[in-house]
């Protein structure tokens, strides 16, 4: 699971991270809202912990946004604000939950348990699977036997292609097209390195090169056929 703190008080910060990687989440912090907004729109979080009152754009400002945009990630509102308006305020703004300041760490952590089961429910049904692999596209993570693996938006994208495309060849334009857009700058030596990243975090040898063309995933030794639909989907 993979959370991001929106707060400015820098011990707060430092505390709740500490709390919460020590309790198996990766956590990523944003110091004011407009980062924050930046940061949730990558849509890499499964859960936002979000302060109310922030430099640049405040915590309700925040969640209108990223809701406007059509990000559904649950939000915990964290704030020193308790009175029953704020609350209300709060929640129809969408977020999901609300806890005051100061809280206990068990009841924050119980709670962001409760929005990981809901979430869970939500997004039931939308793997897919290949070499032993199964990859969670909303999530970002990979189950491969008992081992859940985190993966960066970039890594993500460039696995499901792989396994969408199972046993067929993709080509470093294609992954380039897909992944980075036609206009990018980013050179096709990028590619070869974030295959490295997937196999050194997988550690698969299912990912294979064919030199000079592209990659594909496959687990056994057949020959692979290059993919024809190269720019259709
Ligand atoms: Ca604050």
Request: hydrophobic fraction near 40%; proline fraction near 3%.
């Given at each position: ?14 505390a ?26 990558t ?75 809901r ?15 199964v ?13 859940v ?5 970039k ?73 024809s ?5």
């Amino acid at each position: 699971m993979k959370l991001l703190l929106v707060e400015d008080e820098e011990r707060l910060v430092e505390a709740l991270t500490y709390l919460l990687k020590k309790n198996g989440y990766l956590v990523d912090a944003a110091q004011d809202g407009e980062t924050g907004v930046e940061m949730a729109a990558t849509g890499v979080y499964d859960i936002i912990i979000l302060d109310r009152m922030l430099p640049y754009l405040d915590g309700i400002s925040l969640l209108r946004e990223i809701r406007s945009m059509g990000l559904d990630t649950p939000v915990l509102f964290l704030t020193a604000k308790d009175s029953p308006k704020d609350k209300v305020e709060g929640l129809d703004a969408g977020a999901d939950d609300y806890l005051v300041k100061p809280f206990f760490n068990d009841e924050l952590l119980a709670r962001l348990r409760a929005l990981c089961r809901r979430k869970g429910k939500d997004l039931q049904g939308d793997t897919v699977d290949a070499a032993g692999l199964v990859f969670d596209p909303l999530r970002c993570e990979v189950t491969k036997g008992d081992e859940v693996i985190h993966l960066t938006l970039k890594e993500s994208l460039l696995l499901e292609l792989l396994i969408r495309n199972y046993g067929r060849v993709i080509t470093k334009e294609r992954i380039m097209e897909k992944i980075w857009g036609y206009n990018s700058d980013t050179e096709m030596a990028n590619i070869n390195l974030y295959i490295h990243y997937l196999r050194k975090k997988l550690k698969v040898s299912s990912i294979k090169t064919v030199r000079g063309v592209g990659y594909f995933l496959q687990e056994d030794k057949n020959v692979p056929t290059i993919a024809s639909t190269a720019y259709s989907s």
